[in-house]
T-cell receptor, first 114, second 114 residues
Framework: EAGVAQSPRYKIIEKRQSVAFWCNPI?????LYWYQQILGQGPKLLIQ????????DSQLPKDRFSAERLKGVDSTLKIQPAKLEDSAVYLC????????????FGPGTRLTVL | GDSVTQMEGPVTLSEEAFLTINCTYT??????LFWYVQYPGEGLQLLLK?????DKGSNKGFEATYRKETTSFHLEKGSVQVSDSAVYFC?????????????FGKGTTLSVSS
């Protein structure tokens, strides 16, 4: 079974630029999560989707971050414009049934904002 | 709100030494508890879990016991190997919010030398 796929693996941008990350969850997984992991900290939830609907986006900085999950499969997270403090690893995870059977994490995208 | 506190790292050990990484949690009710491991360059992987008080999770020689009275879930291994070098995250899934994303501690870096 293929795991959660993410791309790109690494990205370096200047502040105020835009960036987008892509995630393809495990086939059949209805729930998809985006986490932000700042160096030295644990992952923090940004947004949770159930199929193509948003379940929780209370910690998403909506003035600059946006995410979508069209057709309830893959998802895109965008930052526009980026700030220095957005430097982090962005993790995507999926679950077949909102965590009841576990969470499966992708390798992450490491973003550096200069 | 619910939270997880882990011991500060890094933890540096010699091969075959005994490992303990402390984890305590704050939550109402009885959350499910997890240990995740992140090897260099890889995504988060579930190491072990426990879903109710006094449960013991175990995997790959690692163990952790869900202690309700001390709200703890300490990770232990009797004899560490160089290949155990990684970052370890304690996490919980809130009991009264089924399907909510995991809440992570800050992580503890383990470095094992031969």
């Amino acid at each position: 079974e293929a795991g959660v796929a993410q791309s790109p693996r690494y990205k370096i941008i200047e502040k105020r630029q835009s960036v987008a990350f892509w995630c393809n969850p495990i086939s059949g997984h209805a729930t998809l999560y985006w986490y932000q992991q700042i160096l030295g900290q644990g992952p923090k939830l940004l947004i949770q989707f159930q199929n193509n609907g948003v379940v929780d986006d209370s910690q998403l900085p909506k003035d600059r971050f946006s995410a979508e999950r069209l057709k309830g499969v893959d998802s895109t997270l965008k930052i526009q414009p980026a700030k220095l403090e957005d430097s982090a690893v962005y993790l995507c995870a999926s679950s077949p049934n909102r965590g009841g059977s576990g969470w499966f994490f992708g390798p992450g995208t490491r973003l550096t904002v200069l | 709100g619910d939270s997880v506190t882990q011991m500060e790292g890094p933890v540096t050990l010699s091969e075959e030494a005994f490992l303990t990484i402390n984890c305590t949690y704050t939550a109402t009710g009885y959350p499910s508890l997890f240990w995740y491991v992140q090897y260099p360059g890889e995504g988060l992987q579930l190491l072990l879990k426990a879903t109710k008080a006094d449960d013991k999770g175990s995997n790959k020689g690692f163990e952790a016991t869900y202690r309700k009275e001390t709200t703890s879930f300490h990770l232990e291994k009797g004899s560490v190997q160089v290949s155990d070098s990684a970052v370890y995250f304690c996490a919980l899934s809130p009991p009264d919010q089924a399907g909510t994303a995991l809440i992570f501690g800050k992580g503890t870096t383990l470095s094992v030398s031969s």
